[in-house]
């Protein structure tokens, strides 16, 4: 039987829970019978995935007495741990449909890309890796291109990008795409004036071109705000296992955070059309922003077996938006 992780079930146990099992001395734990109930096979799998425990402790949340004992002798955060149980249990049913969706793209040979924006640590890669982790690697790449040869600086500009499109059968997600000449580079003072303005031009043209060939083209910027931007750069230099993410360019971010919203709204006004829409992903919870931009992706493509999802697709109008004309972001 599948475990319940919906809001109201895992209110329930930590209500059942933590009411009556914290102590391990209790008459509770003593007189515990051996199956589990529903709330407690919740809260175990819950611990194994949010807490560091031994393999002897793992054993034990199999059984309502080593359950019991071991919230009495671990300081264990209950609620941290089903509410991290429940986005892991919704990444999955939506990687199932994503999983769906590759099958059709692949059986009808269908071209997807998902192009994924936003300022230095918005949460990008995560994003993609959630996106991709059961995907068939045959049929779905990751592009994060390096910075362009000298050899690529002297081509035409999509060049090194048109390169990268997916083939029939395939999904292509950008990790960063052809708009880091509408953000970065021009921020940065990598690419001149007439660069700039000529890519402003040619960009609505170029994606019509994709669109018209058939191309079916999905656009994020993930927005955070300045706060949650520092927190996450000082969350990089503290971690050996993140600090590879820190570049120049993000240590400059900060102060050149106006510009960046100058040169990000412009793109927003330049490049946003009815056949390559924007759409706006508020990802100062990491998480939120995995599970609702996964579920726009689902509600706006076609595939076989969407009529009976394992879960609800439509995303969240306060984490996903699509850009208009009047419309301030933000970050």
């Not at 009411?19 to 008459?27: E, H, L, N």
């Not at 009529?307 to 984490?319: A, C, N, Q, Y």
Request: proline share 4%; net charge positive.
């Amino acid at each position: 039987m599948a475990i319940d992780t919906s809001a109201k079930s895992i209110d329930e146990s930590v209500t059942n829970i933590s009411k009556g099992g914290t102590s391990s001395k209790t008459r509770a734990t003593r007189n515990a019978p051996t199956k589990l109930t529903s709330d407690e096979k919740n809260l175990g799998r819950a611990l194994k995935n949010s807490v560091q425990l031994s393999n002897e402790e793992l054993a034990s949340v199999n059984t309502k007495k080593g359950l019991l004992k071991l919230l009495g002798t671990k300081n264990i955060n209950v609620e941290k741990a089903l509410i991290k149980l429940r986005y892991e249990q919704e990444l999955q049913k939506l990687q199932m449909e994503l999983v769906k969706l590759q099958r059709s793209v692949q059986l009808n040979g269908r071209r997807i890309a998902i192009i994924f924006e936003g300022r230095d640590a918005a949460g990008k890669g995560g994003s993609i890796r959630r996106f991709n982790e059961h995907l068939n690697p045959r049929s779905a790449r990751i592009v994060a291109l390096p910075k362009p040869t000298e050899l690529q600086k002297g081509q035409w500009y999509f060049q090194r990008y048109t390169e990268q499109l997916p083939n029939p059968g395939e999904i292509v997600f950008f990790d960063r795409s052809w708009y880091n000449r509408a953000v970065v580079e021009p921020v940065m003072g990598f690419c001149t004036k007439k660069q700039y303005k000529t890519f402003t031009q040619q960009v609505p043209e170029f994606e019509h071109m994709l669109y018209e060939d058939g191309l079916e083209l999905v656009k994020f910027w993930f927005s955070i705000s300045k706060g949650i931007q520092a927190e996450r750069f000082d969350s990089r230099r503290n971690d050996p296992l993140k600090q590879w993410k820190i570049s120049p360019v993000d240590e400059r971010a900060q102060d050149n955070w106006d510009l960046y919203t100058k040169y990000k709204e412009n793109m927003f006004s330049k490049t946003h059309t009815s056949y390559s829409p924007w759409q706006i992903v508020n990802a100062n919870d990491k998480k939120k922003a995995r599970l609702e931009s996964m579920r726009y992706v689902l509600s706006t493509l076609d595939y076989e077996g969407k009529d009976t999802p394992h879960t609800h697709l439509s995303p969240d109008p306060d984490i996903v938006t699509r850009y208009h004309r009047s419309q301030l972001t933000d970050d």
